[in-house]
């Protein structure tokens, strides 16, 4: 039985809270857990820690491009977690990655540490760390060979920042543990995803089309966490949509729309919401923004604003410490005013065939739609893109992030159904190799059959109309190329019984028989199941299809509610948890797979996947309805120390002769007016952003100045309109520079700005030595 620290409580305070919570729990269980909607039922915890990884010359994770290197931030990404317990029972912790997927090894190490702070309070069976799929962070986090080609192998920088910051936002959740309550809320967004691979749904039986009116899952699942004394403190919530507004050539790290959304939400909370208030009464139409708004205009008029403006020319830059950054950053005023950070993370479900470019696929050469069954025009796929909302991928992330803030936003005010029930979870380890599945057959009765070593089909080259391959694929190809089977060969070599067991899939890259120089896939798949009261979460480690996520809901529901014992009723909430705890690529229905698009040649396991899933998953769902524990399965590969990386480090940075790091290259021009909504640009002397993360800081800051010589910090990192650029002028070069963009927003207040550049520059003997440099003054009318 696990119980719960009270020494977590930080005063006397809190001891009476916790005796009234116990009180209280005694009192609810004798009543069947038939509480009243104001009595907290849970200890809650919500925690939030920056895990950017390296800014430049390291691959983006997700469209396996290797010309796609990191080169800036868009925004910043980060790790958010949120801890539910019973005051003297059983905890979980769901944590939500702004990066592409989950890693096993990350997952291991993250484990590890808890061990060793916590004992055995959180284990492998009750914490979920969950990937929201973004294309558009840094790679080389994971252990397997085949997932970190493109980044050349291992990159420790990004590794580490992430097992850190998910360490620290749990570590942050359960600090913050108290008396609460979780409300649960469900709706319909229907303009944020469209199905990619429509020929391969269409493949599934009409009969089980027909049940359903969309062809994607439309429904949004939200949870709001209430704290007895704060109140609201925080949101998650799942919905199925790509992580691909950012194309294939972006080189700015950034949440896309996922992230963004997040960045809305706690936004729009910290500005507008009023400590003790509901926020049911917000107009919906108002702008998510992050500049505060209580610095007033002092200002008399232009005049005397460009008069102030000119007496701050840009300085030579400066060294700095190192905390300058995080000490500017905006949101430490919320720190700073000892208010409850709100945490809101906008979660992965089952997206493997959801596309945010809401408009559909189109040939760029003729404007016309793709080929239906292959997506390909005049037989190439490298022409067929997906569109929309917007023809800048800037503003189609925007768009797309602020329909599933806005969504969230409707449900999070609306949200009146209280979790209630106990805390619970089941987790094993899987071999999906060579298990034995049993399913049935279509004259009755059943069979069993086999799981396949890992292997990629040849449409998996082909890539999407999210992020298309290249040379002559094309999705749908069940039948392969003489020539990429001779390269294939090179490599390895599939024999015939793993050949008629992907079958219908053209084997490209047998990456479960592939060992060199070490694992190329995963083998070993944890399966996790997570209970709240009613809402049931089931963590998978894989991008599941729409329909593939609807059979899997479906048949843990029948198991749950078939139970007997009157756990569950029909309002059981089952969400899915994609791309969790580590990855396995994607999971489609066995119609789906036999068509051979980029899901199906990506479902590693052969045709038969899906339904171990099923299998596997009700088993869990069996065992938590009986009160069963599970055999834990046979314990994943730590590859950690086999790890090769092929990255060249950072040698040193250099500026010109009379240069000084942070001195500014391209200013802004003199005596300058902006009004809101144009671009203001600045261009430093810089050195490489991997000489430091800048964690929990900013690279880039906009101020505002208040009065006649304090300036505020307004804008950062973590803001939609600021766009931080890195670039050298060669690839060889030791000299570099950073390009800040300020796209002003509409919401920006009248008056005299600045804009600051931090780094850290390596010297000749490796030394790092933080700067600062600031552009001149200007004026926002």
């Known amino acids: 039985m696990e119980t719960f620290p009270l020494s977590t409580y930080p005063s006397p305070k809190g001891w009476i809270a916790a005796w009234l919570l116990f009180s209280s729990a005694v009192s609810s269980l004798l009543q069947g857990f038939h509480a009243s909607p104001h009595d907290s039922n849970y200890l809650i915890g919500l925690g939030s820690y920056d895990i950017t990884g390296p800014a430049a010359d390291v691959n983006l994770m997700g469209y396996a491009n290797v010309e796609q290197v990191a080169a800036g931030i ?40 808890l061990k060793a702070r916590y004992g055995d309070l959180y284990t492998e069976n009750n914490v979920a760390i969950s990937g929201i799929h973004t294309h558009a962070g840094p790679g080389g986090y994971l252990q397997y060979v085949v997932y970190i080609v493109t980044s050349l192998g291992f990159v420790r920088q990004s590794f580490d920042v992430i097992v850190d910051g998910i360490e620290k936002s749990i570590v942050q959740a359960h600090e913050n543990l108290r008396p609460g309550s979780v409300f649960v809320n469900k709706g319909e967004l229907l303009d944020a995803g469209i199905n990619r691979s429509p020929s391969a749904y269409l493949h599934n039986p009409a009969e ?22 704060w109140g609201p403190v925080g949101s998650f919530n799942w919905f199925a949509t790509h992580g691909t507004s950012m194309s294939r050539t972006n080189s700015l790290i950034s949440g896309d729309n996922k992230g963004a959304a997040a960045r809305f939400m706690e936004d729009w909370f910290n500005n507008n919401a009023k400590e003790g208030s509901s926020s049911d009464n917000v107009d919906m139409a108002e702008v998510p923004r992050r500049v505060s708004t209580i610095i007033p205009d002092l200002h008399g008029n232009h005049h005397e604003l460009l008069e102030l403006a000119a007496s701050f020319q840009s300085p030579s830059g400066r060294p700095a410490t190192k905390v300058l950054s995080a000490s500017r950053r905006v949101r430490n005023a919320i720190m700073r005013a000892e208010k409850r950070e709100f945490v809101a993370a906008f979660c992965q479900s089952n ?27 005049g037989g190439k796929n490298e022409l067929c893109y997906g569109r929309g909302p ?95 089977k001779l390269v294939r ?93 580590t990855y396995s690529q994607y999971i489609t229905t066995f119609e789906e ?78 005596n300058a007016t902006f009004k809101r909504g144009e671009m203001v640009t600045v261009v430093f002397w810089s050195a490489c952003p991997r000489n430091d993360l800048m964690t929990e800081g900013t690279f880039s800051l906009v101020e505002l100045l208040k009065g006649k010589d304090t300036w505020v910090p307004a804008f950062d990192d973590d803001d939609f309109c600021l766009r931080f650029k890195w670039s050298r002028p060669s690839k060889l070069s030791t000299r570099s520079m950073a390009t800040i963009e300020w796209r002003i927003p509409t919401h920006a207040i009248p008056g005299v700005y600045r804009i600051r550049h931090f780094g850290a520059a390596k010297g000749i003997m490796g030394a790092i030595r933080h700067f600062t440099g600031s552009s001149s003054a200007f004026v926002v009318s």
Not at 74 to 94: D, W
Not at 209 to 227: E, I
Not at 647 to 656: G, K, Q, R
């Open 74 to 113: 868009h925004f910043r990404l980060r790790a958010r977690a949120f801890i539910v317990a019973e005051p003297q029972g059983k905890r979980l912790v769901f944590v939500n990655l702004d990066a592409c997927m989950a890693s096993q090894i990350v997952t291991l190490k993250v484990l590890e540490r």
């Open 593 to 670: 797979y036999e068509v051979q698009r980029y899901e199906g040649a990506s479902t590693l396991y052969g045709p038969h996947t899906l339904s171990a899933y099923i299998q596997e998953l009700t088993k869990l769902a069996s065992s938590l309805v009986k009160g069963q524990l599970v055999e834990p399965g046979p314990q994943p590969p730590d590859l950690l120390n086999r790890q090769i990386s092929l990255l060249t480090p950072v040698v040193m940075d250099a500026t010109p002769a009379g240069v000084k790091f942070g001195d500014v290259k391209t200013d802004v021009p003199k």
């Open 390 to 484: 917007s023809s800048d991928e800037f503003e189609s992330t925007r768009i797309i992030g602020e329909r599933q803030f806005k969504k969230a936003l409707d449900l999070f005010n609306q949200a009146s159904e209280k979790l209630v029930g106990g805390i619970d979870y089941r987790h094993a380890y899987v071999d999906f190799s060579q298990l034995e599945v049993t399913i049935p057959e279509n004259g009755g009765g059943s069979k069993v059959v086999k799981t396949c070593p890992a292997a990629m089909g040849f449409a998996f080259a082909a890539g999407t109309t999210d992020g298309p391959g290249a040379f002559d694929f094309k999705q749908g190809d069940d039948q392969g190329n003489p020539f990429w």
């Open 351 to 377: 997206c493997g065939d959801v596309s945010p470019n809401v408009h559909g696929a189109f040939c760029i050469d003729s404007g016309l739609p793709c080929d239906f069954n292959h997506s390909t025009c």
């Open 208 to 229: 089980e089309r027909n049940k359903y009116k969309y062809n994607v899952d439309k429904d949004m699942t939200l949870l709001k966490f209430v704290d007895d004394e």
């Open 489 to 581: 060969n090179l490599l390895k070599t599939p024999n015939q019984e793993q050949v008629d067991c992907q079958n219908p899939k053209p084997i490209l890259l047998d990456t479960g028989e592939m060992k060199q120089p070490y694992d190329w896939a995963p083998s070993i798949l944890p399966v996790q199941i997570l209970r709240i009261g009613q809402l049931i979460i089931l963590s998978v480690p894989g991008e599941f299809t729409t329909m593939a996520g609807r059979r899997l809901r479906d048949a843990v529901k029948t198991v749950l509610t078939s139970g007997g014992n009157g756990q569950f009723n029909d309002d059981v909430h089952v969400v899915i948890a994609g791309l969790s705890n």
